[in-house]
């Protein structure tokens, strides 16, 4: 049976469901439980939590969107068809209480078949960018730790993009959670552009999960400015719609969204959109 599910009722259940499908530490999923704000959709069978997913909020443009989150079914109960059952649930939750559509980033490209058969389009791309034996220069850059200097800041650039992104709140949640995670933001100006930068270090890698600016510039330009030579290797994510000539920049998927509305399907018709997801 697929119910709302009582997080606090079945905070024992999720907590091992999501552990046994994502390996996660029992730290951070309560975390995620006491200071994001969401619903969880779940499959009971026989008085069991077997398979749940998370809805989120956010917009595309000014198209109010849920974005499915931690979406897993336990093994001994995967190929029955449930998570099917449950996005078209979502689906069905999402019309009634008038979302524009639904979001979802895939774990893995081969997913990106899965989801499309429940009507998701993967018109979501952004630029990547691999650097080898670099390190990130941060006497450069200003280094942020107040969350909603961040959410100002990030939500001011993204607003020139055609893009998704949560809505207030959860962006702080996903923010506090990058810094939770031990990951560093930064921000500077450059040639008269706003840069913001969200920075995970992993032994010898850095992963830059996020880099934006407010106006399109080469990557060369970004790296030759903001970086030195050392030992790491650095990668990088972006907006597309940096230039496109540049021929650092790879292009990569980056999520698909099911349009539930009329409006949302004539605004986002051919166009290409980013999304700067940075929940781990």
């Known amino acids: 049976m697929i119910q709302i599910i009582d997080k606090s009722e079945r905070r024992d259940e999720i907590i091992s469901l999501w552990q046994e499908c994502f390996g996660d530490e029992k730290e951070y999923i309560c975390y995620f439980l006491d200071c994001c704000k969401s619903d969880c959709l779940g499959f009971v069978k026989e008085g069991k939590l077997v398979s749940m997913l998370f809805l989120l909020d956010g917009f595309i443009k000014n198209n109010s969107v849920r974005y499915i989150y931690a979406a897993c079914t336990l093994k001994k109960f995967r190929g029955m068809g449930l998570m099917g059952k ?18 979802l980033v895939p774990g893995e490209d081969s997913l990106y078949d899965y989801y499309s058969k429940f009507g998701f389009i993967p018109q979501f791309r952004r630029s990547v960018a691999e650097l080898k034996n670099t390190s990130l220069n941060t006497d450069l850059l200003n280094e942020i730790t107040d969350v909603n200097t961040t959410v100002k800041i990030r939500s001011e650039i993204l607003s020139e993009y055609d893009c998704f992104v949560f809505d207030e709140k959860t962006m702080k949640y996903s923010i506090k959670e990058h810094m939770y995670n031990g990951g560093k933001i930064y921000s500077a100006v450059f040639s ?25 510039v080469k990557m060369s330009k970004i790296i030759e400015h903001f970086t030195n030579k050392g030992k790491e290797n650095i ?12 021929k650092m920049v790879k292009y ?22 980013y999304a700067g997801l940075y929940l781990d």
């Open 192 to 216: 008269g552009k706003i840069i913001l930068l969200f920075a995970l270090k992993r032994e010898s890698e850095i992963y830059i999960k996020e880099l934006l600016f407010n106006k399109s």
């Open 252 to 273: 990569a998927k980056c999520g698909m969204y099911c349009p539930l509305t009329d409006r949302i399907k004539e605004m986002s018709a051919d166009k290409v959109f």
């Open 235 to 246: 990668y990088i994510q972006c907006p597309i719609v940096y230039n496109s000539t540049d």
């Open 86 to 103: 449950l996005i078209e649930a979502s689906k069905k939750l999402c019309e009634e209480t008038e979302y524009d559509a639904l979001f």
